[in-house]
């Protein structure tokens, strides 16, 4: 006979034996089970957050400062329906998370009551698979496919609505086993060779690097093949991560999301290697193409739906980027020979005046004749903001504007040390930091964002609160949407900005974090802006520092 045990506390056991340790979450009258069962299970730690949306982008900072998977649970119709902006950013990242929302009991759903909601439809479109619970009996083999389900490559969130009858019901149940599916497979060994052929037959190839790299835990090996070759390489259009280690003597930026600009930068390579997704993803529509005309592509990932999505590529590996690259360094070596060790050498000596390393000596240089400019400079308030981090600190970003030098000031050494935007749906930097921090409690983590993208998630600054987190947010007020005014501007020849101001009144950033209960600083001279910076993030708890920056179009 098998032991009785309730649905609520069947579905935390479940959560925990997937490796679960945080539930995100804000609770409603369909989520009480849940809450009810938590005594049960001290171990599990529940972090609140005042809005589902919040729920979801802080979950989905937990999972990508950490590669683990995570759960959250959201309050029916409505709160699935705050959270669908934060589910798209997730599904963008392939973030591996089981959402949940609290359904109304089954017979009481028919009734069609206040807050009922078709749930699993709601979700389908920015879920992997999505699923309600109608028998008891089945919630675990539910779980543990959804928890496999989201881990398996491509990894990404999935949706469980969970009934009130079901939670509140009581049965023996079997809870089985946890299932994951190791996806770190490796090309043929024709196949590598053909692989390697093909890059060495490249006069002028070039590296460009996507997600899968970090994903794969592959930036040592992206960087010792294009050191192996010589090559130049660009992190890709959309640079979210630490897509490759910026001071290897092969790295050289990142590629603009415009389209003349990446064609012209890719127009001198006869051959584009792509490692783990889509090379040249863009922003806005132009009738030119990103892809400079006969520029040959070979591509490695494991996520099929990105590889040759929009070019066709010459080799297409499904595989993981890490295994490949691993199996494919020392095949290249026996084929090059020292024939191949020369020419890279004298392509990484043509290199060294143009690549990252010495781009940012000459970009410091530069930023630096505007130290004394006041408002703050946004170029400059970065610099120093990188400078005063200390060097294990975590960075999220969603400055937009302000934050167009981060990648070209900021080192990425290790695969979670960064992590920006990446769908385009703002708001997600402030929760997401509050994650990366609760992810990683013996690193300081930075948020660096614009004051437009804070106000759709100003709150989340009370759970960072609430939990005493090492959390520094740094905004840069430039008052308004200032990349909306660039656009019109350059789109339309339109300086008449309608809807894109807060000046009237403005908003006092200070003032709202010490009512969430955080440190505030507000800063207006570039003078104050290191040794400010610098004491803020050597301190513990969670801080906000505004800066007046310069918010000219």
């Not at 084929?335 to 390393?357: C, V, Y």
């Not at 408002?375 to 060097?391: G, R």
């Amino acid at each position: 006979m098998k032991n009785k045990i309730t649905g609520r506390s069947a579905f935390l056991a479940l959560l925990k034996d997937e490796g679960i340790t945080h539930l995100f979450g804000n609770p409603g009258t369909t989520e009480l089970p849940i809450m009810h069962a938590l005594k049960d299970h001290p171990d599990l730690t529940y972090v609140m957050a005042m809005q589902e949306s919040l729920v979801v982008a802080i979950a989905d900072g937990y999972s990508r400062a950490s590669g683990k998977l995570v759960a959250c649970n959201v309050h029916v119709a409505p709160g699935l329906g705050n959270a669908m902006g934060s589910l798209y950013n997730a599904q963008f990242t392939g973030t591996p998370m089981i959402l949940t929302a609290g359904q109304q009991e089954q017979g009481h759903g028919l009734m069609e009551p206040v807050l009922y909601g078709p749930l699993v439809r709601m979700a389908e479109p920015l879920v992997k698979w999505a699923v309600e619970v109608t028998r008891l009996e089945d919630l675990p083999r539910i779980v543990r496919r959804a928890a496999k389900v989201a881990m398996t490559p491509p990894t990404g969130p999935v949706f469980i609505s969970l009934p009130g009858d079901i939670l509140n019901s009581e049965a023996g149940i079997d809870l089985g086993r946890s299932t994951r599916i190791d996806a770190r497979v490796k090309p043929s060994d024709d196949a590598l060779r053909a692989f390697a052929a093909r890059l060495l037959k490249a006069e002028r190839p070039v590296i460009v690097t996507m997600d899968e790299v970090v994903k794969s835990d592959a930036l040592k090996e992206a960087a010792e093949l294009a050191e192996l070759l010589g090559a130049a390489a660009y992190q890709s259009s959309t640079p979210y991560g630490s897509h490759f280690l910026s001071e290897s003597p092969s790295f050289v930026g990142t590629l603009a999301r415009v389209q003349k600009v990446a064609r012209d930068t890719l127009a001198p390579y006869d051959l584009l290697i792509a490692l783990g997704g889509d090379p040249l993803r863009m922003s806005v529509y132009s009738e030119v193409d990103a892809l400079p005309d006969g520029l040959g592509i070979v591509q490695v990932g494991l996520v099929d739906w990105e590889i040759a999505k929009n070019y066709g590529a010459e080799i297409a590996l499904k595989a993981d980027v890490k295994e490949t690259l691993r199996a494919l360094i020392p095949v290249l070596k026996e084929m090059g020979g020292a024939p191949l060790a020369s020419r890279a050498k004298q392509r990484l000596i043509e290199l060294a005046p143009k690549n990252w390393t010495a781009r940012r000596a000459a970009l410091v240089e530069q930023i630096g004749k505007n130290a004394a400019r006041t408002p703050i400079d946004p170029d400059y308030l970065v610099l120093q903001m990188v400078e005063a981090m200390p060097e294990n600190a975590i960075l999220v970003d969603e400055g937009l504007t302000s934050s167009r030098q981060v990648a070209a000031l900021r080192p990425h050494r290790d695969r979670y040390g960064y992590h920006g935007l990446a769908s385009g749906g703002i708001g997600w930097g402030l929760p997401a930091s509050v994650g990366a921090s609760i992810a990683n409690p013996d690193r300081p983590v930075v948020c660096f964002s614009g004051d437009g993208s804070a106000m759709y998630s100003i709150q989340s600054l009370w759970t960072a609160a609430h939990h005493k987190l090492p959390l520094n947010v740094v905004i840069a007020n430039n008052g308004g949407y200032r990349i909306i005014k660039q656009r019109l501007l350059s789109f339309h020849g339109d300086n008449n900005y309608v809807g894109m101001d807060f000046v009237d009144p403005p908003v006092d950033f200070a003032g709202v974090a010490k009512a969430l209960g955080c440190e505030a600083i507000k800063i207006s001279d570039p003078s104050e802006l290191k040794a400010t910076l610098a004491s803020a993030f050597n301190r513990p708890g969670t801080k906000l520092i505004e800066v007046m920056v310069d918010g000219e179009v």
